[in-house]
């Protein structure tokens, strides 16, 4: 069982930068691939960006590409999304996800744990 905390979120202008944090419980955090989601008003949950274990490959939706990092402290149990030149565009609730072994990263049914979000909203 792992438990994920979101937090990071907040109100920034366009061009700024925010970093997520997703905080795991589980001793085994370190063997889960761990990604980013993020769903806007009116739209479907997307894929932003994944890790996976053992080798901490990492994938990134085109959109973001460029101008989010993720990653990861295993010591901390913590997965990151750094965000740079945030558009307005970005706003979204950003969800962080757990899972034992991926097949496709961005299919969020292949997820087994979810946090439950925090708010990004980009000001233009």
């Known amino acids: 069982q792992v438990q994920l905390v979101e937090s990071g979120g907040g109100l920034v202008q366009a061009g700024g930068s925010l970093r997520l944090s997703c905080a795991a419980s589980?001793?085994?955090?370190?063997?889960?691939?761990m990604g980013w989601f993020r769903q806007a008003p009116g739209k479907e949950r997307e894929f932003v960006a994944a890790?996976?274990?053992?080798?901490?490959?990492?994938y990134y939706a085109d959109s973001v590409k460029g101008r989010f990092t993720i990653s990861r402290d295993n010591a901390k149990n913590t997965v990151y999304l750094q965000m740079n030149s945030l558009q307005p565009e970005d706003t979204a609730v950003y969800y962080c996800?757990?899972?034992?072994?991926?097949?496709?990263?961005?299919?969020?049914?292949?997820?087994?744990?979810w946090g439950r979000g925090t708010q990004v909203t980009v000001s233009s």
């Open positions: 589980g001793r085994t955090f370190s063997m889960y691939d």
């Open positions: 996800a757990a899972a034992a072994g991926l097949g496709v990263v961005s299919h969020s049914h292949e997820y087994d744990y």
């Open positions: 890790i996976r274990w053992p080798d901490n490959r990492i």
